[in-house]
């Protein structure tokens, strides 16, 4: 699906470094549902930077929250997470 770029995630965007400015963003990028991503075989996430601190601490908490679309990810057996020390620094362990 192709959708229009809003200002906040174009900043976003800059934040983590991907662009120089907000005018070096495209007007337009392509996505993905989470049901469509679902649908592979296997599902790998590369999840940099501090600004994903607290989507990594959503995702990983124990149970499924529709509130956090990405924590459906852990109910495919394939996916695999990948974080540095930055986007897994607000991770809590649950007993």
């Keep these: 699906m192709i ?12 934040n983590e470094g991907w662009f120089a400015t907000i005018n070096d963003l495209p007007k337009q990028a392509i996505t993905m549902t ?31 929250n529709s509130n956090y679309p990405s924590t459906i ?10 974080l540095d020390k930055q986007s897994s620094s607000k991770i809590y362990v649950w007993s």
């Excluded at 959708?3 to 800059?14: A, F, G, I, M």
């Excluded at 990810?73 to 990948?82: Q, V």
């Design 73 to 82: 990810l852990k109910t495919h057996l394939d996916w695999r997470l990948f």
């Design 34 to 64: 989470v049901k469509q991503i679902l649908k592979s075989r296997h599902i790998v996430s590369v999840v940099p930077h501090q600004a994903k601190v607290e989507a990594i601490s959503n995702t990983i908490s124990p149970e499924v």
């Design 3 to 14: 959708v229009n770029l809003n200002e906040t995630c174009k900043q976003q965007q800059v």
